[in-house]
T-cell receptor
Framework: KNEVEQSPQNLTAQEGEFITINCSYS?????LHWLQQHPGGGIVSLFM?????KKHGRLIATINIQEKHSSLHITASHPRDSAVYIC?????????????WGAGTKLIIKP | ETGVTQSPTHLIKTRGQQVTLRCSSQ?????VSWYQQALGQGPQFIFQ???????GRGNFPPRFSGLQFPNYSSELNVNALELDDSALYLC???????????FGNGTRLTVT
């Protein structure tokens, strides 16, 4: 069993829909990261969180430490949101670089 | 802040050769890490550098080595290239070891 599990693996939705991507992990963590990777390869860090909820524009990330679960939400989705969304965690004893990565969720938003 | 830049963007090498990939971090970012991402897979941690010293290493052989310089740039060197080294190589930097990460766009290495 992977230490970081994401669901769904693939998600196709229509423009404007509310999107939720889930991440569960099985290790003690110091932080959880949500990252976005476009087809060109570059990775953008969206959120780093260790508790509660963070919001940036149309993106919202939540984490429940007790349940070891996090969600990434996209409101009013747009085709430019199409990308792979990756959940990664840094274990409690490690620094932020030694991340354990989820397999990613490939999101396609159709116009 | 300027972004994290990597060079070159693409590179083709022959098996057995050596390669140097470069990363220019944001000013003030004392920590840098390198990742290898094979096609269709998640990134694998290679190593991290903090203030010019290696400060953590993933499951990669010694032919993967690195350097970090005082001007916030760094290098990843790979000797004796193998076909399986073909991948996207990403560097990421941050202000401290526990700050948000800033990634470059990567160098796509093809070994033939």
């Amino acid at each position: 069993k992977n230490e970081v599990e994401q669901s769904p693996q693939n998600l196709t939705a229509q423009e404007g829909e509310f999107i939720t991507i889930n991440c569960s992990y099985s290790v003690g963590i110091s932080a959880l990261h949500w990252l976005q990777q476009h087809p060109g390869g570059g990775i953008v860090s969206l959120f780093m969180l260790s508790s509660g909820k963070k919001k940036h524009g149309r993106l919202i990330a939540t984490i429940n430490i007790q349940e070891k679960h996090s969600s990434l939400h996209i409101t009013a989705s747009h085709p430019r949101d199409s990308a792979v969304y990756i959940c990664a965690v840094s274990r409690a004893r490690d620094s932020n670089y030694q991340l354990i990565w989820g397999a990613g969720t490939k999101l396609i938003i159709k116009p | 802040e300027t972004g994290v830049t990597q060079s070159p963007t693409h590179l083709i090498k022959t098996r057995g050769q050596q390669v140097t990939l470069r990363c220019s971090s944001q000013s003030g970012h004392n920590t840098v890490s390198w990742y290898q991402q094979a096609l269709g897979q998640g990134p694998q941690f290679i190593f991290q550098y903090y203030r010019e010293e290696e400060n953590g290493r993933g499951n990669f052989p010694p032919r993967f080595s690195g350097l970090q310089f005082p001007n916030y740039s760094s290098e990843l060197n790979v000797n004796a290239l193998e076909l399986d080294d073909s991948a996207l190589y990403l560097c990421a930097s941050s202000r401290t070891r526990n700050s948000p990460l800033h990634f470059g766009n990567g160098t796509r290495l093809t070994v033939t």
